[in-house]
């Protein structure tokens, strides 16, 4: 099924290539510069689309094994990720129900049982409180009631999803619409995390367009990805979440030249050769494919900073197979590349252009009939924030 839909795009992008055309959407859209700026939308955006919608928080190779976890803040708050001896993900907030300290340092390690480090309560892989210290001394309390905040987690394609609103009522499945199946090809859930880093950008919204947009392409990246390439785009939707393909196929290789792959031999492609293009998961996550040491790709998860004009960006590069020493080298070559690219030209733009949007002269930016996915994007921040904690679950039905 899915990979009928990867031939279908693929066919599709063919057509507009041959034609010389791409999707369109009816209209340009103008939205108001201050989105980008003021501090009240952005305060909306945190709490209404970040601290509201699942997010991604990791990758499952990140804990493969029982008693794996990982400790993150998002957004300040402290999630506890952990795998329990049945191999299921959990989620709490990492806080103590004492006094609220955090159980473990953020990182991965493994640990059947978390002991609080303040005064030495312990709590089991079900989150359920297993001790109190001197409990004669502490006085009586129903354990039953004190286990560790329950976050609602999803592992899906390889990909950890948590909401941070601990009595959420979205449905976290039917927030994927089904794209999981499709994430799904890429067979993350047996990939290598060969390495992460974090790069400080603009606005969350100013670095999240880039990854949307292909009409920047030849221009921006003339000197990196070169004058040549596409600047069209082909979106196709999944709810919130878009997969953004260029009408020119072209197979990155590892030998230099791009391959231009035979359409008559369609159904025999190899599956990583459907699988090009950036997808990307609302709302601040983006997957593209590269070759660096063989087959790999970048998993970019964007999360805003401590105000409008920042955001964190967290990348992780994801490998088919564990990469030997030369392979390494190849790896971390592309890294370098991809790092360089993100940080020096996206988003070295992205924070000279919110300086001229907080000027205020502009009353708002555009987005052209061939930035469908631009449009989409912001439409879909629009609705959710717009939209009631109770009907909420109501805008992920099909
Ligand atoms: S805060 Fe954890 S035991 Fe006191
Ligand atoms: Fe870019």
Redesign the pocket.
Known sequence: MSREKLIEMALNNKKHSDAGTMEYVDNILEIPAANYYDADIWQKEVDLIFKRTPLVLGVSKEIPNPGDYKSIDALGVPVLITRDSDGNLNAYLNACRHRGAALVENGIGNKKRFGCPYHGWTYGEDGSLIGIASPEDFGSIDKACKSLVRLPVLEKAGIIWVILTPDSKVDMEKFLFGYDELLGMFNLSDWHVFSTRVLKGPNWKVAYD?YL?LY??PV??SETFGKDISNQANPYEWGPHQRVSSPFMFIPSTEGEDIIPDYDKINEWPLDDLMGGVWTIFPNVSIASFMGGGRAVLLSQLMPGDNPDESYTTQYYLMENKPNKQQEEEANKQFDFLEY??RD??YTTGIRLQKGLKTGMIDNVMFGKNEGAGQTFHGWVDKIINTSDEDLPNLYKE
Do not use: F, Q, Y
């Open positions: 880039g947009d920047h392409l921006l990246h690219v993100v030209e996206d």
